[in-house]
């Protein structure tokens, strides 16, 4: 076999390379989510975790960014095994508990959020044909429900009986685990790698800025972004603070709502392939994001545990089950020996809605509420959702 970014591999290689970026997701995933599910236990509040979801994405953004350029160099295993011990350290730092070690745990897993979209848009698209691309995107983007759902569950379990700290280091150890799979995997993919020459600042920004579905997909990521990166880390507390849920309902609410995402994510992904539509899809999704996050918000406590649940789930169905769509559809507008470049460029607006989003709900939560946050939320998704529609006029586009 050939390396993962080379032009030609053999079909088989799919599976596990598949395998293998999205157990990476679900690492990335595990090691986001597991401050804010363990947060009534480990009595962190809602500021530590916006400014612990703020330092991952301030590094995460020129990661990703510029990351396309050690992709290229390295090779998107070996990336995979670097996110995985960066992954390792931010749990142990996280472990102490003090502010200063949950910003600095932030920090750290800023390095392997940045580069894992791209370093896996690299490798897979070179490794699926251009009518299965959109479902195995789909499937790939799966990780980060699968790391989503186990961490609701599993997380606070382990917090109330064992301590916080021990929910740290069962995510830490699957990452030692996941480097010596990546690394063992990366020797089938063993040859030379040719990198593309390196692009500038204005040649990585004109990837963005030339095609205006381009464009328009990355502006609509960051109210997405933002939404999903709310519905991660800051449901559970919305849960027990405003919507009359305990510490387990809440997270099983919350672990409905990213079951939702994994069947969104493969669901979505069907359709838009079967469709042929993937900005149609896209749109719709939007649509469903805002409705439920200003259901929620508005007046999610009159709905009962019943609706709540259902709510959630239709939540995260719509607000964690747009990725696989999208990393497929930059994919097929990128310029094909440039892929991993344009997603971390286009990944970079995304970022920076998850950036900002924990500074916004933290400060519409001291003026107002939890909830005002997610309504106002759900007024940028329906922006970025006229974004799509606008972009998809594109003399251009489908």
């Given at each position: ?223 997405f972004s933002a939404m999903q990166v709310s519905l991660n880390t800051v449901f559970v507390t919305l849960g027990t603070r405003e919507l009359g849920l305990s510490h387990i309902e809440a997270g099983m609410a919350l672990a409905c709502a990213q079951t939702g995402g994994l069947i969104g994510r493969l669901g979505w992904g069907l359709v838009a392939m079967r ?124």
């Amino acid at each position: 076999m050939v390396d993962g970014n080379t032009a030609v591999r053999p079909a088989p290689a799919l599976l596990p390379a598949l395998g293998a970026m999205t157990s990476l997701q679900a690492l990335v995933a595990l090691a986001l989510f597991a401050p804010g599910v363990v947060a009534p236990s480990a009595r962190i509040e809602v500021w530590q975790l916006s400014m612990f979801s703020c330092a991952v994405f301030a590094v995460g953004i020129p990661a990703s960014f510029w990351g396309g350029s050690f992709i290229a160099r390295l090779g998107s295993l070996r990336i995979a095994s670097l996110c995985a011990a960066a992954i390792v350290a931010c749990m142990a730092l996280a472990s102490f508990g003090s502010t200063a070690a949950l910003l600095a745990a932030g920090l750290c897993l800023g390095l392997a959020f940045g580069p894992e979209t791209p370093a896996s848009a690299a490798l897979l698209a070179r490794l699926v044909t251009a009518e299965r691309r959109v479902f195995v995107f789909s499937v790939r983007q799966t990780g980060n429900q699968i790391g989503a759902v186990c961490g609701s569950l599993v997380l606070p379990a382990i917090a109330i009986s064992l301590g916080p700290a021990w929910c740290y280091a069962a995510v830490g150890a699957c990452a030692l685990l996941a480097i010596l799979w990546f690394e063992q995997l990366r020797l089938a993919y063993t040859g030379k790698v040719v990198a593309p020459p390196e692009l500038g600042l204005r040649a990585r920004l004109a990837l963005v800025t030339a095609d205006r579905r381009i464009a328009m997909l990355a502006l609509a990521s960051m109210p997405f972004s933002a939404m999903q990166v709310s519905l991660n880390t800051v449901f559970v507390t919305l849960g027990t603070r405003e919507l009359g849920l305990s510490h387990i309902e809440a997270g099983m609410a919350l672990a409905c709502a990213q079951t939702g995402g994994l069947i969104g994510r493969l669901g979505w992904g069907l359709v838009a392939m079967r469709l042929n539509a993937s900005r149609m899809v896209l749109i719709v999704i939007g649509l469903g994001m805002a409705f439920s996050a200003a259901v929620l918000g508005l007046d999610g406590a009159s709905l009962g545990r019943t609706g709540q649940f259902a709510i959630a789930a239709l939540f995260g169905l719509t607000a964690s089950g747009w990725n696989g769509v999208f990393i497929a559809e930059i994919a097929r507008l990128a310029p094909q020996d440039r892929i991993g470049e344009t997603t971390g460029a286009v990944l970079t607006a995304s970022y920076a809605g998850l950036l900002a989003a924990p500074a916004l709900v933290s400060i519409l939560d001291g003026a107002a509420s939890l909830g005002a946050a997610f309504f106002a939320l759900a007024c940028l998704a329906l922006c970025g959702t006229f974004a799509l529609i606008w972009g998809s006029h594109d003399k251009a586009g489908k």
